[in-house]
């Protein structure tokens, strides 16, 4: 059995370009991803992402403007600990993306995503997001550079995905 913690990760983009952080410090250091992290107690989901996306780059996002693109379960050989990620994108905020002491942001073009220096399972579940469909994934891993195994399929409606997964 294991203990489900709940995560959010927002990537913001445009037409050409994703803008994705260095992290600097903790879980992921030395990797590029998406910004976000825990939810707190009595934090909804919608409301993390945008505080984690304020706190790590210094961006404000309007809940209208994510949208809810993907779900991804992490689980990690000999930790009970499944990692329960919610992925958002945006394309309308306000500020300009700062360094702030957790990331380093920087816009890359979608045919420059640095896939060496980011999770393995990036290079598997991203390109479903950069053609917009959406998407949920399980990953197992051995350590944190290992996929054991894996799912990935397509959604066709993240409201119709979580009503079936209750």
Not at 22 to 44: A, D, I, P, S
Not at 55 to 65: I, L, P, R
Not at 125 to 139: C, D, E, Q, S
Request: glycine share 8%.
């Amino acid at each position: 059995m294991f203990l489900k913690k709940v995560y959010t990760l927002v990537f913001l983009r445009n037409e050409t370009q994703i803008l994705l952080g260095l992290k600097k410090r903790g879980f992921g250091v030395n990797k590029w991803n998406g910004f976000g992290g825990k939810v707190e107690q009595n934090e909804t989901i919608i409301d993390a992402a945008i505080r984690e996306l304020k706190e790590e780059c210094c961006v404000v996002v309007n809940k209208c403007d994510l949208k809810n693109i993907g779900h991804l379960e992490f689980t990690f050989e000999g930790d009970s600990l499944l990692m329960d990620v919610r992925v958002f994108s945006a394309s309308n905020y306000q500020g300009v993306p700062v360094e702030t002491e957790e990331m380093a942001p920087k816009w890359y073009g979608y045919d420059e995503v640095p896939f060496d220096n980011m999770w393995p399972d990036d290079r598997i579940w991203f390109p479903y997001m950069v053609k917009n469909k959406l998407f949920f994934g399980k990953f197992h891993y051995k350590g944190f550079d290992t996929i054991l195994n894996y799912e990935l399929q397509e959604l066709k409606s993240m409201e119709t995905f979580y009503k079936n997964k209750k």
